[in-house]
């Protein structure tokens, strides 16, 4: 069964843990940090559902390693090098002024962003401010968070071989946008996972071991367009995997349908499957405010443009 058919038919979610407007699949268009330097080259990626986030971040400029054919057959410093991307799912609170985030799984073993962040939104652009004042992000609300909306956090993990075992991870879908990390199952010594290979490069199949993969949803599957792993992009992110309603309400089962496949089944926890996120690219203003917005209209070139498409194209 298809989480768009379990959304319909067995909803559940747990209580918004969030503000609403922070629902959706956000792009990252600049972070500018208290030293004046910009970066705007980064591609990073957030996905938010009720009480889970999933972040992608890869830098613009990686290792062509598309002849190598997959990691293996790659140098250990392009191994290396690929292991600068990062990657993390993680609980999510909030105070009434700050978005938190505890329970990490993460392809960086260490805690890179500490900080809690200040949110505002105004029609698609979010901004997060880090309380120290040291950096702010611009985030945009993308055409297609509507719809479909998953959160699930990975339980345990049934292997080839049979065993169950518990491993970390998470899925979460907001519309057209999906993003899921898998933990690894051996930790790696706290650090940074291009310098641990730096120095011990025999420890890359541990390190890749973690996967962090974006998709989007197209003609009824989901093609992977960004990933740690590179020689994971075109794949489908859910492999033809099938999912299954478990006697407890909060938790699905996610069969393999492949007979030679790494892992037989796995056990989600569900933080939020819902088939009605309103994912909308506008906020709401004081009526001052709109009224000098119409005024303005045909001076700030307005004048017959429409807000972006939020809806899903499911």
Request: glycine fraction near 10%.
């Amino acid at each position: 069964m298809s989480l768009e058919i379990l959304a319909v038919t067995r909803p559940y979610a747990e209580p918004l843990a969030v503000p609403a407007w922070t629902l959706g699949c956000f792009h990252r268009r600049c972070i500018t940090f208290a030293t004046g330097i910009e970066d705007t080259s980064t591609r990073v990626i957030w996905v938010q559902s009720h009480g889970l986030t999933a972040d992608l971040r890869l830098p613009l400029v990686r290792p062509d390693v598309r002849a190598r054919g997959a990691l293996q057959a790659c140098t250990a410093s392009e191994r290396a090098e690929l292991a600068r991307g990062e990657g993390f799912v993680a609980r999510t609170s909030w105070d009434g002024a700050l978005m938190r985030w505890d329970a990490f799984a993460a392809f960086q073993p260490y805690e890179k962003w500490p900080e809690p962040g200040r949110l505002e939104r105004v029609g698609s652009c979010l901004v997060e401010w880090a309380p120290s004042g040291i950096y702010v992000e611009d985030w945009r609300l993308q055409p297609g968070a509507s719809g479909l909306s998953v959160g699930l956090q990975l339980v345990s993990e049934t292997g080839a071989d049979g065993v169950s075992l518990p491993r970390t991870g998470g899925l979460v879908i907001a519309g057209d946008h999906a993003l899921m990390l898998i933990g690894r199952r051996a930790p790696l010594p706290e650090g940074r996972v291009h310098e641990i290979l730096t120095a011990e490069p025999g420890l890359w199949e541990d390190a890749f071991d973690c996967e962090v993969a974006y998709a989007q949803r197209r003609d009824g599957g989901w093609p992977i367009q960004l990933a740690v792993d590179p020689f994971m992009e075109g794949r489908d992110l859910l492999g033809g995997a099938v999912f299954g309603a478990d006697p407890s309400r909060d938790l699905l089962v996610q069969r393999n349908p492949g007979p030679d496949g790494a892992w037989r089944e796995r056990i989600w926890r569900i933080d939020t499957l819902r088939a009605d996120l309103d994912a909308e690219a506008d906020t709401p203003a004081l009526p001052e405010g709109m009224d000098w917005l119409t005024r303005e209209a045909d001076a700030l070139g307005l004048a017959g443009r429409s807000p972006p498409r939020s809806a899903s194209a499911g």
